[in-house]
């Protein structure tokens, strides 16, 4: 027995010894990678010496002679740090993910591949400004000195997951930064999947009901529409689709997750500081490491700071010492869904305004890790790209003999966004920043101006030039032969709108409405945001003059204006009635629901009850209400629509009617409705919470999930690469934090303000900003989350342009020389 015994303690000290063993092998290898940010590097490239100073929060302050090569050393080190990111995000733009993934991928691939937004961005090189090719072909150059470093140097192949996805790393090229921008107009888009749902729904309501689930905002002329059935004739019975939005590697994002954005400013009438302020806080999705990456460059024109993109040679947000910019989705309607009738004699044609044409056709293969490739016959119209009705739901809208092809303004192989973007970096005035603006081609953006006397907002990006006759003024898929339905230009750049030193000294974008105009100069019929905007404008008009920290305390502010309103409408006839019910039953859990809520001012705090209450609540709502009425097609609608909500508890045009279950015999009413969902809310809360009410909290269920795209699903190295916290916010607060909508864990934080930046120009360099993460891609780095958790507080690090303070605790200098021949 001793003898066993003495054997088992051997077997169990040799598995840990290998263990570790195995471990300390893994850290080691994964390591090689962490750059080292101390030394001198001989570069060829380069005209003269250039220096990147990391200050202690590893921002990059970058000094050079010339501007080529501070973007050169821009591209260092954005590959430096987020190699990994850089690669994925031009495999993503490239269709080619699939040679590393298999074929979890190819369907994301596949619609890539049609859009063909890379052979867009390599005809569009040509076309940008001299400046502009320099500063993309020195960015290519850093970035490859950087590869080249890492090939001749055992730098740990450049990030820890290329030990894991060891694939040749092809030399970065000036289109693939373009590639990138138009990448991001993808993901900042969600007009096509907006069309599809508008006809998907019209299907199955009236205009007055549709109006009511997909409305208007409600400051708008509500705009007839003729009913798709009519419109389209033949459309088949629902199918389901695959869904591209449910890969975590994939650009499709569930079109409840796109674009939305913070920017305002203030005047020096409206400024204690004597000067303007400027605050900005773009929403993406929250990934580890954060799509924002901070970096100050030191042009010609003078320094500039801000947040960047990896793989982008610009400042999308920031300030130099006299002049900030910020940007906010415009959600301009830059998508049409045209439906193009096939000849049905040959099916290699389409139907023009003069007759038949043939469709525009290639090959392309895509190679698939562990499988066949997979070769695409991708088709093109006059119009755009074809797509599958595999995809988008687009077979639940096309009529037999028909397929949809794409307008969209980001396909232009002519696309001079860049040559607009680095314009904007080098502008000096509001002025310098407008006229820069006019190139700008996708994706639309507000771009929230103030230099140190005047402040503006001017929508930059093409607008669709419509006929007034359209059949459906954008808003759902049309025949695509018909003259009146095909794009016919696009509108001047002086037609955007533009708004400059107002008369009240305050100007400001939630993704709210900003224009009136009627179609077809009306931007859009769909905003982001018709709630935030309320809350908005009491913070502005609370106080006669604003500060830096004022605009801080708005850009956090955590009191959801729609929970104010729904709850107080949908307990309207539940509050205090009733006798007291014994503990323990559902009717005294129900009051002590509604007791909490009755005090509750509607601040989204994670340490608090009532927001979780409140979100479980009104989305059990919604789902009574519309579940009878569109079955499947219900469970499209993931967030609470709050002006739908309004609409039916306040019966207006008759909405009412939608809480009556049409398949029930009685008549249910809203007071129904409403005590029904807030039982089946209790329920969901005690099953996933726990049974005390009063304990519960927001921030246990909206957790911010800053989870790494490809290893954030793994076993072990979850708890790693992923960064998770608790959080305050919700779908409606100006600190937005959008909740995935996603059983099992519908009220995760998954879509916020990734960047956040507030300027003075009174004191520049006593502006802060942060980031959610930190700047490092490299998981065993200090600087992978650092910034997270005072992201997370509300805190922020200083914005200075002075060299000073960045050298005076500065985590590492490279200085990069030229190679002496």
């Known amino acids: 027995m001793a003898r066993v015994f003495r054997w088992l303690v051997r077997l169990t000290t040799a598995l840990i010894v290998l263990v570790v063993a195995v471990l300390a092998l893994v850290y080691y290898f994964a390591s090689r990678s962490l750059p080292e940010y101390d030394g001198t590097r001989s570069v060829a490239g380069i005209s003269a010496p250039v220096e990147i100073v990391r200050d202690n929060a590893n921002v990059p302050h970058i000094f050079g002679e010339t501007d080529e090569d501070i973007y050169f ?93 060891n694939h040749a790393i092809a030399p970065w090229r000036p289109a693939d930064s373009i ?283 093409a607008l669709p030039a419509r006929d007034p006759n359209h059949q459906s003024r954008g808003r759902l898929p049309a025949f695509g032969y018909l003259p009146e339905n095909r794009w016919q230009g ?23 409405k900003t224009t009136d105009r009627p179609f077809p100069y009306h931007i859009t019929h769909l905003w982001g945001d018709t709630q935030r905007i309320h809350r908005w404008r009491g913070l502005m008009q609370a106080r006669e003059v604003h500060t830096r920290d004022s605009f801080i305390e708005a850009q956090l502010d955590t009191v959801s204006y729609a929970a104010r309103t729904l709850s107080t409408l949908m307990g309207a006839d539940l509050w205090f009635t009733g006798d007291p019910a014994p503990a323990g039953t559902p009717e005294r859990r129900r009051q002590d629901a509604l007791q909490l809520l009755a005090a509750w001012n509607g601040e989204m705090n994670e340490h608090l009850p009532e927001p979780l209450i409140y979100a479980a609540w009104a989305r059990a709502f919604q789902d009574r209400l519309i579940r009878d009425e569109l079955g499947p097609l219900a469970s499209e609608f993931t967030h609470v629509e709050p002006v739908f909500i309004e609409r039916v508890l306040r019966d207006i045009d008759g909405a009412g009617i939608w809480c009556d279950v049409i398949q029930s015999a009685p008549v249910e009413t809203c007071t129904d409705v409403a005590r029904q969902a807030l039982d089946d809310a209790l329920i969901w809360i005690t099953e996933n919470h726990g049974e005390a009410i009063e304990a519960v909290r927001w921030g246990d269920a909206h957790e911010a999930t800053h989870d790494h795209p490809v290893l954030g699903n793994t076993p072990f190295l979850e708890w790693v690469v992923n960064i998770r916290q608790s959080t305050s916010g919700g779908d409606h607060t100006l600190n937005r934090a959008r909740t995935s909508g996603e059983d099992p864990h519908p009220f995760r934080n998954v879509h916020a303000g990734a960047y956040r930046g507030v300027y003075d120009f009174a004191d520049p360099d006593s502006s802060v900003f942060i980031i959610s993460t930190g700047q490092s891609g490299h998981p065993l780095s200090r600087h992978y989350d650092n910034l997270g958790e005072l992201w997370r507080r509300g805190e922020y690090i200083p914005m200075s342009l002075d060299p000073a303070l960045a050298r005076a605790a500065a985590v590492g200098v490279t200085v990069l020389e030229p190679v002496q021949n």
């Open 490 to 512: 696009r509108f001047a750049y002086d037609e955007n709108p533009l708004v400059l030193d107002p008369i009240g000294g305050i100007i400001g974008n939630t993704n709210n």
């Open 73 to 165: 050393a821009l591209g260092y080190a954005h590959a430096q740090d987020r190699l990994w990111q850089m690669t994925m995000l031009r495999r993503t733009v490239q269709g080619r993910l699939s040679e590393l993934f298999g074929e979890r991928t190819v369907r994301i691939d596949e619609v890539l591949r049609r859009y063909d937004l890379y052979r867009a961005a390599v005809a569009s090189v040509a076309v940008q400004d001299e400046r502009t090719t320099a500063a993309l072909e020195a960015y290519a150059g850093g970035v490859n000195a950087w590869l080249e470093e890492v090939n001749a140097g055992a730098r740990g192949r450049g990030a820890p997951e290329m030990w894991l996805f």
């Open 179 to 461: 590639a990138i921008l138009k990448l991001m107009a993808l993901d900042l888009t969600s007009n096509l999947e907006d069309e599809v749902l508008r006809a998907r729904v019209s299907l199955l309501l009236s205009n007055e009901r549709l109006s009511d689930i997909l409305p208007d905002d409600p400051t708008d002329a509500v705009i007839a529409l003729p009913e798709y059935a009519a419109l389209v004739p033949g459309v088949p019975a629902f199918t389901p689709n695959m869904r591209l939005a449910a890969d975590p590697l994939s650009p499709f994002g569930s079109p409840a997750l796109r674009g939305a954005s913070n920017a305002w400013a203030a005047t020096a009438e409206r400024s204690a500081t004597g000067s303007t302020l400027l605050a900005n806080d773009p929403h993406l999705g929250l990934t580890a490491p954060s799509i924002w990456y901070l970096a100050r460059l030191e042009l010609e024109t003078g320094g500039i700071i801000g947040g960047t993109i990896p793989g982008l040679p610009v400042i999308l947000t920031g300030r130099s010492d006299i002049l900030g910019w910020g940007l906010t989705s415009a959600y301009v309607d830059d998508v049409d869904v045209m439906i193009e009738e096939v000849n049905p004699d040959n099916p290699e044609q389409y139907r023009t305004p003069d007759g038949w044409a043939e469709f525009e056709t290639r090959d392309s293969i895509i190679t698939v890790k562990d499988a066949p490739a997979v070769t695409l016959r991708l088709r093109a119209t006059s119009n755009g790209p074809v797509m599958p009705r595999s995809i988008y739901d687009l077979g639940t809208i096309t009529p037999p003999g028909h397929v949809a092809a794409i307008s969209w303004t980001a396909l232009s192989n002519r696309d001079t966004s860049m040559s607009s973007a680095i314009a904007i970096n080098h502008a000096r005035s509001v002025e310098e920043a407008i006229a820069a603006g006019e190139r700008f081609i996708a994706p639309a953006m507000n771009l929230t101006l103030a230099d140190r006397n005047r402040i503006g907002m001017k929508v930059i990006g």
